[in-house]
């Protein structure tokens, strides 16, 4: 199933399906940084997929997969500037100094429980033949 956001309250009811998952796919205030720093950042999960563990009226807590810590991520003001296309939802970060930043997240579903799965090698019909009574 695809994922189509377009505001607000559809990606609240994709936060709520089972198996939903959010992950950063760009962070701009991340990208100007050094590369110690950015390694730093990625060690501690920042770009590890996260998951749904509590949703209120005005935020989102996550688990980081691989990671033994939860995010946050409110809601309650500034959404008017998030921008939500296809699979993606973008968030401005509101910072004093230096240039707009933004934080890009894709959102997914597992993929169907029928796909991916190898079937099973069909009997041969000798085999079948072979174990009725009487043969």
């Known amino acids: 199933m695809a994922v189509v956001l377009r505001s607000l309250s559809d990606f609240k009811k994709f936060l709520r399906k089972p198996g939903a998952t959010v992950q950063i796919v760009q962070n701009t205030f991340v990208d100007r940084q050094d590369e110690a720093t950015r390694a730093a950042y990625r060690q501690k999960g920042l770009y590890e997929p ?4 509590a949703m209120s009226k005005k ?6 997969k691989g990671h033994d810590t939860i995010v946050w991520l409110y809601w309650d003001r500034g959404t008017r500037n998030w921008r939500f296309s296809g699979d ?3 968030m401005p ?6 240039p707009p930043d933004a934080v890009v997240y894709r959102c997914s579903l597992p993929s169907s429980p029928g796909r991916g799965r190898q079937r099973r090698p069909a009997r041969r019909r000798e085999d079948d033949e072979m174990s009725l009574p009487g043969m």
């Open 93 to 98: 970060l509101n910072a004093t100094l230096g």
């Open 59 to 64: 935020a989102a807590v996550f688990d980081v």
């Open 50 to 53: 996260r998951t749904l563990r």
């Open 88 to 90: 993606t939802v973008t």
